[in-house]
């Protein structure tokens, strides 16, 4: 059984737009709706205009549909504090059909600078959870047995946390015709809304567009000899898929949306050196200025998982030292969840786009990582011992 269904929970993803202010640093309090707070940086502070909006659900079958836009919520959801930005979001008012049956959605944030004209973009996942009297967010890669801690503990700080934001200001710059205008109108002090409104952006998909299927890494392994290895990529889990965003000065990897893993295989056991990998759906999204005749941003958006395989046969042993000594038999990772595996080109998207992009996964206990060992070997991780590290290969013994 997945995480909603062992702990009533969705995963939701929101997508806002931002302009910088200056303001005291707003503080999470526990239970107040807290979805994602972030950093800007490369920004001066300016006039909040704040917008958000929920992107729909993404399932297969749904790209010939026609078009699909995303639903706007009140602009008082995002507050910004100088470079600090927290957005508050009451699950009461996610609309139904912007949550899946398994609760999966996208996440974007726009930040525009309405002086200069520059703009970033990028996107998160978070996971609603039910319990403790209420409901609160968490980590989107929160695996049940930290759910069920969390719930335990009848505290919603003792739930893994959403992961802040690091943005960087300059991806690109809003076109003339509409960067003109909004300068005007900031140089001659306009009010909030009217550079809420000049900024507006109008995002979704058309009925025709763009998708392709992209391979993923989500795991590794390095066996010595007649050792084996495998990977298990289960049903239980959640895997997060990076975001290419165009605001005009090429494509730029920014952001991850979260999906669910709802199917499972076990790759066969092999000797070689290789990597995991598995199919992601993505679609082109386009967002408008508000007259939706001037195209401000595109975006290559993970969908979802097709359930395609593959691997890929590795040539080089990485020099990880984090090791300790183990006898012959069966070796898992993913009792405890530890480091997530993480690679910043898992995506294999630069065929296409010039760039390739992150992937990250968390191990469960039904998300394993097996070594089958014949003789007494060492193995060691990547980033700290191999019970918690990232990644893990195999030693000789001595």
């Given amino acids: 059984m997945g995480v909603v269904g062992r702990v009533g929970a969705w995963v939701l993803a929101l ?62 959801v995002v507050e910004v504090a100088g470079s600090v930005f927290t957005v508050r979001l009451d699950p009461g008012e996610v609309p139904a059909g912007f949550v899946s049956p398994e609760g999966l959605v996208t996440v974007a944030l726009r930040f525009v600078d309405p002086v200069s004209g520059t703009v970033s973009e990028t996107m998160t996942s978070a996971l609603l959870v039910k319990g403790l009297g209420g409901e609160s967010w968490a980590d989107p890669l929160a695996t ?87 990977l298990t990529h289960g049903s239980s889990s959640k895997s997060t898929f990076g975001v290419a965003v165009n605001g005009g000065s090429g494509w730029e990897a920014s952001g991850s949306r979260t999906v669910g893993d709802d199917w499972e295989q076990t790759f066969k056991p092999r000797r070689m050196m290789r990597s995991y990998r598995v199919q992601v759906h993505y679609k082109r999204q386009t967002c408008w200025d508000s007259t939706g005749s001037v195209v401000l941003s595109r975006k290559w958006v993970p969908q979802f998982e097709t359930g395609g395989t593959d691997e890929h046969r590795l040539s080089t042993r990485p020099d990880w030292r984090k090791c300790v000594r183990v006898v012959p038999g069966t070796w898992n990772r993913g009792e405890e969840r530890g480091d997530d595996y993480q690679l910043s080109y898992g995506v294999k998207f630069k065929d296409k786009i010039g760039i390739d992009l992150r992937t990250q996964r968390a191990y469960t206990t039904e998300s394993l990582l097996t070594y089958e060992v014949m003789q007494r070997r060492r193995m060691c991780g990547n980033t700290r011992f191999p019970s918690k590290a990232s990644k893990i290969r195999e030693r000789l013994a001595s």
Avoid: F
């Fill in 15 to 76: 997508v806002v737009w931002v302009v910088l202010v200056e303001a005291p640093g707003p503080a999470r309090a526990e239970g107040d709706a807290v979805l994602v707070t972030g950093s800007i940086a490369g920004a001066d502070p300016g006039v909040v205009v704040a917008s958000a909006a929920l992107e729909p659900v993404a399932t297969p079958g749904r790209d010939a549909a026609g078009t699909v836009r995303l639903h706007d919520l009140p602009a008082s």
């Fill in 144 to 230: 049940p047995d930290e759910l069920e801690m969390g719930l335990d503990a009848r505290a919603a700080s003792s739930l893994p946390p959403v992961p802040e934001l690091r943005v960087r200001m300059g991806q690109g710059r809003l076109p003339a015709e509409v960067r003109g205008p909004l300068a005007s109108a900031a140089s001659r002090g306009a009010s909030t809304a009217e550079l809420r409104r000049m900024a507006a952006a109008v995002c979704g998909y058309g009925p025709n567009a763009p998708t392709t299927n992209r391979w993923a890494t989500v795991g590794t392994s390095y066996p010595l000899k007649r050792d084996t290895a495998t």
